[in-house]
């Protein structure tokens, strides 16, 4: 047999016996071939496919557009790929991981098609599963505060938007008498979400705690008689294990954007308020008083003193190490920014921020910390004690840039060190609108610079994504790790987080690993990398030189 032979046989063996679905079609788009596995996701036998078009799989979930995208690719790239809806014989659509590529002669003409599919439902549904366990109270199945989260940026954004307000309820509920708690908050959580609006969000807060969003009023009227309206569907007896319990609530009310920018500080107003109305009188309400002064000035201050900060090179940076978990060796390092102002006193990032990319410092903020922290890698590089990735977090606004990439390939340059070392970590909110990303995510893989998704599971992000995106890491948002054998359902979404990431071929990384259970959990479950203060807090660069380069991982491929 001549080595043409061999090698057709074999190709033929392949294709029989493949695990992906496999097309072959001629130039016009007729089926020729199909393999098992085929048949195996589609229902079509070869005789009832062959002779037919892919026409016969179509869901109808797609427009004439996304198919004239698809053969558009073909025509001027020679391929395509990426998620489609098809149908199988029996009816039922299905979600597939679909490439196609286009086989040419020698003078260029098409010979054929040939399409591989793999049905990814079983993912999706792992994702929608994490979703959900993600975004909702195990208990009361509410939402919890990562999706409220999300639910008042997007009704912030509205309110300003027509000029409205929106009203922040914080109402704490608790039976008379002794029952059973978590029968009690099933029932209260029921309650309350059938009197409030579509339009409206209702959360689990804390223990006995609900939180609700109001949009859409005209002011602090329109928010009492919503409290009022819950205070009384409170009053009517609960059904808690077959006999009537009664509650009694206290609300605390704020309003944006009169008390506050941020959730979390509508909810301490809310909560302040809420504490007033327990104090005064059970089962009524309260609105938060305190001066909206307070608060404008305070984040005036914050804005006026960290721009001055940045013109002084008056921040820091600190640098936390990034552990193998198999071995314990160094396999790198997040460079932290840190502020302690000689009027402000220390700030948190999660304080400044965010309103560094409110009014745009967020950009001279991320250039100072890019340079500063390339430099101390070109330090470390020159002394012969560089850690193998230098990560460093990076806003969406900084992304959004047009000379995002370029201004960094010059930081690079300036630096003198390989991209190679370099991590960047994104949130996965920067996910969710592709079309602005992709470019520049996929200019920054080109340059050799590795991509991660920090925070994942708290924001909402296509599946499809990770996939077609030069990702190569997710971060476990440190929310999750702190509930590490604390709470079932929380623990049940870390397994899942690494389950969907390994499947994609994914690193993980946990960050805020604090406890020896938690570390223990993470290694049982797969984890492949620990950051946190129970391995090594932030510090200085020389500090972080002394204590961890003799222990630095060989650098990765």
């Known amino acids: 047999m001549t080595a043409i032979q061999d090698t057709e046989q074999l190709a033929h063996i392949v294709f029989r016996n493949a695990a992906e679905g496999i097309a072959i079609t001629?130039?016009?788009?007729?089926?020729?071939?199909?393999?098992?596995?085929?048949?195996?996701?589609?229902?079509?036998?070869?005789?009832?496919?062959?002779?037919?078009?892919?026409?016969?799989?179509?869901?109808?979930?797609?427009?004439?557009e996304f198919y004239a995208r698809m053969w558009l690719a073909l025509q001027d790239e020679g391929r395509w790929q990426g998620e489609i809806w098809n149908r199988r014989k029996n009816g039922e659509v299905y979600p597939e991981w679909l490439s196609?590529?286009?086989?040419?002669?020698?003078a260029g003409g098409v010979l054929n098609y040939v399409g591989v599919f793999t049905d990814i439902s079983h993912i999706m549904a792992e994702q929608e599963k994490l979703r959900d366990l993600a975004y909702h109270d195990p208990l009361t199945r509410l939402p919890n505060r990562m999706l409220l989260r999300d639910r008042f940026e997007?009704?912030?954004?509205?309110?300003?938007?027509?000029?409205?307000?929106?009203?922040?309820?914080?109402?704490?509920?608790?039976?008379?008498?002794?029952?059973?708690?978590?029968?009690?908050?099933?029932?209260?959580?029921?309650?309350?979400?059938?009197?409030?609006?579509?339009?409206?969000?209702?959360?689990?807060?804390?223990?006995?705690?609900?939180?609700?969003?109001?949009?859409?009023?005209?002011?602090?009227?329109?928010?009492?008689?919503?409290?009022?309206?819950?205070?009384?569907?409170?009053?009517?007896?609960?059904?808690?294990?077959?006999?009537?319990?009664?509650?009694?609530?206290?609300?605390?009310?704020?309003?944006?954007?009169?008390?506050?920018?941020?959730?979390?500080?509508?909810?301490?107003?809310?909560?302040?308020?809420?504490?007033?109305?327990?104090?005064?009188?059970?089962?009524?309400?309260?609105?938060?008083?305190?001066?909206?002064?307070?608060?404008?000035?305070?984040?005036?201050?914050?804005?006026?003193?960290?721009?001055?900060?940045?013109?002084?090179?008056?921040?820091?940076?600190?640098?936390?190490?990034?552990?193998?978990?198999?071995?314990?060796?160094?396999?790198?390092?997040?460079?932290?920014?840190?502020?302690?102002?000689?009027?402000?006193?220390?700030?948190?990032?999660?304080?400044?921020?965010p309103i560094a990319e409110d009014n745009g410092l967020i950009h001279p903020l991320g250039e100072w910390v890019m340079r500063k922290a390339f430099a101390q890698q070109a330090a470390w590089q020159a002394a012969g004690i560089a850690p193998p990735v230098l990560s460093i977090n990076i806003s969406a606004r900084q992304l959004a840039r047009i000379d995002f990439v370029d201004s960094i390939a010059a930081l690079v340059a300036e630096a003198g060190i390989s991209p190679r070392t370099l991590e960047f970590e994104?949130?996965?909110?920067?996910?969710?609108?592709?079309?602005?990303?992709?470019?520049?995510?996929?200019?920054?893989?080109?340059?050799?610079?590795?991509?991660?998704?920090?925070?994942?599971?708290?924001?909402?992000?296509?599946?499809?994504?990770?996939?077609?995106?030069?990702?190569?890491?997710?971060?476990?948002?440190?929310?999750?790790?702190?509930?590490?054998?604390?709470?079932?359902?929380?623990?049940?979404?870390?397994?899942?987080?690494?389950?969907?990431?390994?499947?994609?071929?994914?690193?993980?990384i946990a960050e805020g690993v604090e406890t020896e259970a938690q570390a223990k959990f993470l290694r049982e479950q797969g984890c492949d990398e620990f950051q946190g203060h129970l391995f090594g807090e932030a510090v200085s660069g020389d500090e972080f030189a002394r204590n961890f380069a003799r222990n630095f991982a060989p650098p990765r491929d």
Not at 278 to 285: D, S
Not at 472 to 490: A, E, M, P, T, Y
């Open 426 to 508: 994104f949130r996965e909110s920067v996910l969710s609108d592709v079309a602005y990303v992709v470019p520049a995510l996929e200019a920054l893989d080109r340059m050799g610079i590795r991509l991660s998704i920090d925070g994942f599971g708290t924001g909402f992000s296509p599946l499809g994504n990770l996939k077609t995106l030069p990702i190569s890491k997710l971060n476990i948002d440190r929310s999750f790790v702190s509930g590490i054998g604390s709470d079932q359902g929380n623990d049940t979404i870390v397994r899942t987080v690494l389950g969907v990431a390994h499947t994609l071929g994914l690193r993980v």
């Open 100 to 106: 196609i590529s286009t086989v040419r002669d020698e």
């Open 154 to 353: 997007q009704a912030a954004r509205r309110t300003l938007r027509d000029a409205r307000q929106l009203a922040v309820l914080m109402i704490e509920a608790t039976p008379q008498g002794k029952v059973p708690n978590d029968a009690f908050l099933i029932g209260a959580a029921q309650r309350l979400a059938a009197h409030v609006r579509e339009t409206d969000t209702i959360a689990r807060y804390g223990e006995n705690e609900f939180l609700v969003l109001i949009e859409g009023i005209d002011g602090p009227r329109d928010a009492s008689v919503t409290a009022d309206q819950l205070l009384a569907a409170l009053e009517q007896p609960l059904a808690v294990d077959g006999r009537d319990v009664y509650a009694t609530a206290s609300v605390g009310i704020s309003l944006y954007p009169l008390d506050g920018y941020t959730l979390d500080d509508l909810a301490t107003a809310a909560d302040a308020a809420m504490l007033q109305a327990r104090a005064q009188q059970r089962h009524g309400y309260h609105f938060y008083s305190a001066e909206m002064t307070a608060f404008a000035n305070e984040r005036a201050a914050i804005e006026r003193q960290l721009r001055r900060a940045i013109a002084n090179n008056a921040l820091e940076l600190h640098f936390q190490p990034q552990f193998d978990v198999s071995g314990g060796a160094v396999v790198g390092v997040e460079a932290l920014v840190r502020w302690t102002d000689p009027e402000l006193g220390v700030v948190d990032p999660e304080h400044f921020v």
């Open 26 to 64: 001629d130039p016009q788009g007729r089926i020729l071939a199909v393999n098992g596995a085929f048949t195996a996701l589609t229902g079509y036998t070869a005789s009832e496919a062959v002779g037919c078009t892919p026409a016969i799989l179509q869901s109808g979930r797609h427009g004439r």
